[in-house]
């Protein structure tokens, strides 16, 4: 069973950069694809980010351009850089598999953008 553990997450100004990081206890290599969520209080968990193991990645509309998705298979590790962040970004930021059925949530790393 893979265990994800989030880290990166912080307070920014809006403006600023973070880059998240997910490890996983062992091997992401099997699973195609890889995604970021995020939870803003009182919503619902939303798909930010996903990338395959060939390295195709899409993202929601309103992070385009401005955030980036990576994996390190090796490393069993997936990245996501985040520009240009604003207010609208805060959540708690979680990655699994897409869809994110087979494995349980960690505990995600809070985003906080400050206007």
């Known amino acids: 069973q893979v265990q994800l553990v989030e880290s990166g997450g912080g307070l920014v100004q809006a403006g600023g950069s973070l880059r998240l990081s997910c490890a996983a206890s062992?091997?992401?290599?099997?699973?195609?694809?890889m995604g970021w969520y995020r939870q803003a209080p009182g919503k619902q968990r939303e798909v930010v980010a996903g990338?395959?193991?060939?390295?195709?990645?899409s993202y929601a509309e309103p992070v385009k351009g401005r955030f980036t998705i990576s994996r390190d298979n090796a490393k069993n590790r997936v990245y996501l850089q985040m520009n240009s962040l604003k207010p609208e970004d805060t959540a708690v930021y979680y990655c699994?598999?897409?869809?994110?059925?087979?494995?349980?949530w960690g505990q995600g790393t809070h985003v906080t953008v400050s206007s």
């Open positions: 990338i395959t193991s060939g390295g195709s990645t």
């Open positions: 699994n598999a897409r869809p994110a059925i087979d494995y349980a």
């Open positions: 062992r091997s992401i290599f099997s699973i195609n694809v």
